[in-house]
């Protein structure tokens, strides 16, 4: 996670450094060009049929006006409690990938987004005899939602949206990706430049 976060950081710098390099004159101002940001989000999860919260950083660039792209990390802060099986079991799963977010419409301050993402992660389990989670079990996910954007200053961005979230590859402790497939729900702010 350490590392993840490291490059992530680094990622932003350089493209920073990068914009920052360019010489532009004080009258010139310009849409066009990288922009970096940064944003933080959190919402709610059905994991096997019981509600959990998960947080998500987002880094990337905006490449056009209507298209962002850069990486994600993502992770449930709250343990789920599997029902479907007979001895108590919690889970929980840690992911990360890269996205593209499209801007099919602006207006002034508003604007509408489609964000996709696609990346694979790791899912943790806690069994009556294990004494902290372990990690059991890896997976792709993708997932695809829409979102209703405010810019309540030049650079900070609030948004709210949902969508529909993809597990594959999960099939060990009487789990499978349909009882991780789920709506989600989520409320992010993002800082651009």
Avoid at 30 to 52: P, W
Avoid at 78 to 85: L, T
Avoid at 92 to 120: A, C, H, N, Q, T
């Amino acid at each position: 996670m350490k590392k993840i976060l490291i490059l992530l950081v680094a990622l932003v710098a350089f493209a920073n450094a990068e914009l920052r390099s360019a010489n532009y004159t004080p009258e010139e101002k310009s849409d066009d060009g990288l922009k970096a940001f940064i944003g933080i989000g959190g919402g709610n999860v059905l994991v096997a049929d019981d509600g959990a919260i998960f947080a998500n950083l987002r880094i990337g660039l905006d490449i056009a006006p209507i298209f962002s792209t850069g990486v994600w990390v993502s992770r449930l802060l709250s343990d789920v409690r599997n029902y479907n099986v007979a001895e108590k079991q919690m889970i929980k799963y840690m992911s990360f990938g890269g996205f593209v977010e499209l801007f099919p419409l602006r207006i002034d301050k508003f604007s509408i987004s489609v964000p996709i993402e696609v990346g694979g992660g790791a899912l943790y389990v806690m069994e009556p005899d294990d004494e902290s989670f372990e990690s059991e079990d890896y997976f792709f996910t993708a997932d695809m939602a829409a979102h209703f954007n405010y810019r309540i200053t030049k650079m900070l961005e609030v948004s709210i949206g949902g969508g529909y979230k993809l597990f594959a590859g999960i099939n060990k402790h009487n789990l499978d990706s349909m009882d991780f497939n789920t709506p989600f729900a989520e409320l992010r702010f993002t800082i651009r430049e």
